[in-house]
């Protein structure tokens, strides 16, 4: 699986952005999906992620109620939506695949592929 992350900018604190993540592949909706990230000088982070169905999700407590994850099977494509972004969130945001479709809370961190990162910056 091949994924390519992209939607990354520069936005105001409270605005909003829509990463996506397009994967290659013809078994994609039997692939777990998340986001992580990392800011500079920090460990990565879990974001989101949702199961291959698309019908469970999870997310970390920094982002709940803010972020939104999803995905179109048909597309091969995932999505992250972001609202009432804070400076605090700024950081290279990676999407990850794995085929353990449902370990959306077990598996936040173990996945088998990664995409290459795309760049959110908040300011305030």
């Known amino acids: 699986v091949q994924l390519q992350a992209s939607g990354g900018g520069l936005v105001l604190a409270g605005g909003s952005l829509r990463l996506s993540c397009a994967a290659s592949?013809?078994?994609?909706?039997?692939?777990?999906m998340g986001w992580l990230r990392q800011a500079p000088g920090k460990e990565r982070e879990f974001v989101a992620a949702?199961?291959?169905?698309?019908?469970?999700?999870y997310y970390a407590d920094s982002v709940k109620g803010r972020f939104s994850i999803s995905r179109d099977n048909a597309k091969n494509t995932a999505y992250l939506q972001m609202n009432s972004l804070k400076p605090e969130d700024t950081a290279v945001y990676y999407c990850?695949?794995?085929?353990?479709?449902?370990?959306?809370?077990?598996?936040?961190?173990?996945?088998?592929?990664w995409g290459q990162g795309t760049l959110v910056t908040v300011s305030s």
């Open positions: 990850a695949a794995d085929s353990d479709s449902w370990a959306v809370m077990t598996k936040r961190y173990d996945y088998d592929y």
């Open positions: 592949g013809r078994t994609f909706s039997s692939y777990r």
């Open positions: 949702i199961s291959g169905s698309g019908s469970t999700t």
